[in-house]
């Protein structure tokens, strides 16, 4: 099983990023997928969740109306477009897929760092 995040890097206050991950070794339509980020000093924290089918999402409130989550189940991958970046959207970023079942699994890329900094 892999998930591998790309994308991050460094950009500017009110500017956009587009993170992807890139799924293998499961079945990832039948994958919840989310995004999670970590703030040096902090706990890790959701910010978006899409469910298997991409029909339905939720954002962390921070995040509402900037960020879109979005899927393609024939590339076997998430993304995470980011607009109007601020300072307080600097973290590592992680892709997570979840499987709901009476065995639920979880699986967790190894991150990408995404600085929003003038």
């Known amino acids: 099983v892999q998930l591998v995040e790309s994308g991050g890097g460094l950009v500017q206050p009110g500017g956009s990023l587009r993170l992807s991950c890139a799924a293998s070794?499961?079945?990832?339509?039948?994958?919840?997928m989310s995004w999670y980020r970590q703030a040096p000093g902090k706990e890790r924290e959701l910010v978006a969740v899409i469910d298997r089918t991409g029909g339905s999402t939720n954002y962390a409130d921070s995040v509402k109306g900037r960020f879109t989550i979005s899927r393609d189940n024939v590339e076997n991958s998430v993304y995470l477009q980011m607009n109007s970046l601020k300072p307080e959207d600097t973290a590592v970023y992680y892709c997570?897929?979840?499987?709901?079942?009476?065995?639920?699994?979880?699986?967790w890329g190894q991150g990408t760092q995404v600085t929003v900094s003038s």
């Open positions: 070794g499961f079945t990832f339509s039948r994958y919840a």
């Open positions: 997570n897929a979840f499987l709901y079942s009476t065995h639920p699994q979880s699986y």
